[in-house]
Every structure is written in C-alpha cells, then in structure tokens.
C-alpha cells in the first residue's frame, strides 16, 4: 500500500470544499444537483477507501482467507497493512456505519409523525412542510393560514409542492450524511440547501408569475417566526432570507440549457471517476507501469 491509495478520497474531498466555499453561475436547479453529485461521491470514495485498506488489512493478518477474495479487493503490491492504520480503517468504517443507520432511524421516524400529524396542523406557530411519501404532501400550520392572504398561501404551497416535486429530500439526506461524516463538507451542505430553496422559489415564482410576491411572502414568513435572538430584525437577519429575497428582487436566473447539463456531466464524471479509482488506482498504476516496462 502507498500513499496514493488515499488520492482519489483527497481530491474528491478538496472538489467538495471548494465547491462549499464558491457559489456555482448556475440556475439553482443545476447547482443542486451538481453539489448533491459531489457530496455523494465524496462520501462514497471515503467509505470506499476506508472498507479496501480494511480488507487488505484483514488480508495481511489472515492470508488463508485472502485467497478467497476477489482479485479487485486486494491491493497490487505485497506490501502489508500496518496493524495502526488497518485497525484505524476499521474502526472509522464502523463508526461511518453507526452514523447512517442513526441518521436513517431519525429521518424515518421524523417523516412518520409528519405523516401522522392532523391537516392543517394544530398549532398557532407559522409553519409549512412538504412531507414525502404516499400519505405525505404539503402541510401548514393554522397559525400560517392565520397569518398570510390567499395569494400568499399559494407561493407557500407551490414551494412546497416544488421541494416533493423534485424530491429535495434525497438531495437534503445525501448532503447531510456526507456532512455529519466528513465535516469538511458541511460549508457544501449549507450550499446544498440554499440552493434547494432557491430551487423551490424560482418554481414557484413561475407558477404564480410574481417574483415580487413570492419575495414578499418569504420575508413574511421569515419575520413571523418565534425570534431566537431578540435583535431588532429578528429572523429577517437570516443571511439566507436575505439572499433568497435579493435574488427573486432582480431577474429571473438562466435555466442554462447547456451550461448546466455540461457542469453536471463534467462534475459527475470527475467525481465518480475518483470514487470509482478509490478501489481500483493500484491495479490501475500496476498495470500502466507494466505497459511503460513494456
């Protein structure tokens, strides 16, 4: 094993910060779905490389078994996994494991109890959510219905119906689980779900022709939330409130009919590419120095 084993993890990992600390020209539909490629195969890259120099370790202290293995899973060269490094794989690995299964338990038992709640929902705090699954769907609070107009009502609802629509809760769960793994992603993370609701605006600024509105009805809902910090603009300071209104205030963004199908093909390729190499890069360099030899 060398150092190159960790490569394609490193990159993929220095692909994801750069990506959370520079915002993408792109229709926010496309910079969702290019930041959602990249948190997933950062992750999957990390958990690869970690489960390959587990096995190899595993390999180097039970050789017998290591026959049985499959040629891919074992590394090129003869070089034996060092006790501190193997067993360092296989306890972050477990720990990667323990992280999905409790982050999958709370989000199956969050989207049941919103499945479960009464509609509109029995409370006078200002709320809406867009619930997925067969007996989920748009719910607001009777304290929203209270608060807003009809039309305001409606740019509520079309967010909502746009975030079901385009199942941003998958977006949302890779992104946290690449997150709550590599905590150098976290900055993607919070681009990630900017970009959804910037996502979900833009939807329904098109369904109601009122970009006005929509930010209007953002601002609204902003400062009608419980205050947390009793500062003079209360939840209106949230700088993502402010950026989401800003942005619906000017024109329309570009639905990039090509820009962004091309980032996104390009961003997929780079990153499955290392995700893929991160089992594969020894057989790989073996084989192109084999042919250099040649």
């Known amino acids: 094993m060398t150092w190159l084993t960790l490569l394609p993890t490193g ?3 220095v692909l994801g910060v750069a990506l959370g600390r520079a915002p993408l020209p792109l229709h926010p539909s496309w910079a969702g779905r290019v930041l959602c490629t990249v948190a997933g195969t950062a992750t999957l890259a990390t958990v690869g490389t970690l489960l390959f120099v587990a096995v190899n370790h595993a390999a180097t202290r039970w050789p017998h078994a290591a026959d049985r293995l499959p040629e891919w899973a074992l590394f090129g060269d003869e070089e034996p996994v060092s006790a501190l ?6 306890l ?4 990667c494991l323990f992280v999905v299964v409790r982050l999958g338990a709370h989000w199956v038992a969050e989207v049941r109890a919103a499945q479960r709640l009464a509609r509109p929902l029995p409370t006078d705090v200002p709320v809406a959510l867009a619930v997925p699954g067969r007996r989920g769907g748009v719910l607001v609070s009777r304290g ?14 079309w967010h909502e119906a746009s975030h079901l ?14 997150a709550e793994l590599l905590p150098p992603l976290r900055p993607l993370h919070d681009r990630l779900r900017f970009a959804l609701e910037r996502w979900a605006d833009e939807d329904a600024a098109e369904a109601v022709g009122d970009r006005a509105l929509v930010a209007r009805t953002i601002a609204r809902v902003a400062l009608l939330q419980p205050r947390r910090d009793p500062g003079p603009l209360g939840a209106f300071a949230d700088a993502g409130v402010v950026r989401r209104v800003e942005a619906l205030l000017g024109g329309a963004p570009c639905r990039n009919p090509i820009a962004g199908p091309v980032v996104l093909v390009g961003t997929g390729l ?3 590419a290392l995700a893929l190499t991160a089992l594969q ?9 084999d042919l250099t030899g040649r």
């Open 144 to 157: 929203l219905v209270a608060a807003l107009s009809p039309a305001e009502l409606d740019v509520v609802r």
């Open 270 to 272: 780079v990153s499955g």
């Open 85 to 90: 490094l193997g067993l360092g794989a296989l």
């Open 92 to 95: 972050l690995l477990l720990g």
């Open 165 to 178: 629509r385009h199942r941003h809760h998958r977006y949302l769960a890779v992104g946290a689980l690449a």
């Open 11 to 13: 990159l993929a990992l």
């Open 281 to 289: 890069l020894d057989h790989a360099l073996d084989h192109a120095l």
